[in-house]
């Protein structure tokens, strides 16, 4: 049965307390402002890179693009900077949402966009309406294995058939992982311990096993630049 629910449009959430940014670079007003000022001063440059590489390995340049968990959204815009595609981003947490809509006004690129504020579990939309659907950095922090299957199956559910996912994470070229490191030891000396202990038990490897098993097809995708969970959707048999 196709599942469609209302999407749930950000409104301007309130401000909270602000927290002081690492290395003394003044204050966001939230966690995800925090996030965001780390993610355009640091990380910013594999984006592009990364968007690329997506853009090149699916083989599409149009349709519509899903963002998970996109925080900021700099992944999902540099995949429309680098394409035609439509792109709708994701994320539970509706201050991300409203930095990542702001941005797309500032960018121009919010015409071509969506921001719905949902958990990856229970997404609002319904069956097949994704070409490409990414995420990076972000499904070791979805739960452990009953929240993980339930999130794989809703990403399998809204891509259209013959569509791809790409679900893992990358820090660029090994050049540009090396001044993301570089840079990172210096705000943050505990990173990235102090995240990895906040991410679920599960590996790359264990998660395709159980996938395939469920009968969504899955690969791992692995290289100097990242590894990727990539799903592919069988096409439909028109004959």
Same mark, same amino acid.
């Given at each position: 049965?196709?599942?469609?629910?209302?999407?749930?449009?950000? =409104?301007?959430?309130?401000?909270?307390?602000?927290?002081?940014?690492?290395?003394?670079?003044?204050?966001?007003?939230?966690?995800?402002?925090?996030?965001?000022?780390?993610?355009?001063?640091?990380?910013?440059?594999?984006?592009?890179?990364?968007?690329?590489?997506?853009?090149?390995?699916?083989?599409?340049?149009?349709?519509?693009?899903?963002?998970?968990?996109?925080?900021?959204?700099?992944?999902?815009?540099?995949?429309?900077?680098?394409?035609?595609?439509?792109?709708?981003?994701?994320?539970?947490?509706?201050?991300?949402?409203?930095?990542?809509?702001?941005?797309?006004? =500032?960018?121009?690129?919010?015409?071509?966009?969506?921001?719905?504020?949902?958990?990856?579990?229970?997404?609002?939309?319904?069956?097949?309406?994704?070409?490409?659907?990414?995420?990076?950095?972000?499904?070791?922090?979805?739960?452990?294995?009953?929240?993980?299957?339930?999130?794989?199956?809703?990403?399998?559910?809204?891509?259209?058939?013959?569509?791809?996912?790409?679900?893992?994470?990358?820090?660029?070229?090994?050049?540009?992982?090396?001044?993301?490191?570089?840079?990172?030891?210096?705000?943050?000396?505990?990173?990235?311990?102090?995240?990895?202990?906040?991410?679920?038990?599960?590996?790359?490897?264990?998660?395709?096993?159980?996938?395939?098993?469920?009968?969504i097809r899955t690969r791992v995708e692995e290289s100097d630049r990242g590894t990727?969970?990539?799903?592919?959707?069988?096409?439909?048999?028109?004959?």
């Amino acid at each position: 049965m196709t599942k469609q629910r209302a999407c749930v449009v950000l =409104e301007r959430p309130p401000a909270k307390k602000p927290v002081r940014i690492p290395g003394g670079k003044g204050f966001a007003s939230n966690k995800a402002a925090r996030y965001d000022w780390v993610a355009r001063e640091v990380f910013l440059p594999l984006f592009p890179v990364i968007a690329r590489d997506v853009i090149s390995f699916c083989g599409k340049r149009d349709g519509k693009c899903l963002d998970l968990g996109s925080g900021g959204g700099l992944f999902g815009y540099h995949i429309a900077r680098e394409s035609e595609m439509s792109v709708c981003f994701l994320d539970i947490d509706p201050h991300a949402v409203d930095i990542c809509h702001r941005r797309g006004v =500032e960018w121009n690129l919010a015409h071509r966009c969506m921001y719905v504020v949902a958990d990856v579990v229970d997404m609002p939309f319904p069956d097949a309406g994704f070409d490409v659907v990414v995420s990076r950095s972000s499904w070791r922090f979805w739960g452990e294995m009953g929240r993980l299957r339930r999130a794989f199956a809703e990403i399998h559910r809204v891509l259209v058939p013959g569509g791809i996912a790409l679900i893992g994470s990358s820090l660029g070229t090994p050049d540009i992982q090396d001044r993301i490191r570089a840079r990172m030891k210096e705000i943050e000396p505990e990173w990235p311990r102090n995240v990895d202990k906040k991410k679920n038990s599960c590996t790359y490897a264990e998660m395709c096993d159980v996938l395939n098993g469920i009968g969504i097809r899955t690969r791992v995708e692995e290289s100097d630049r990242g590894t990727w969970l990539l799903i592919r959707k069988e096409a439909e048999n028109l004959e």
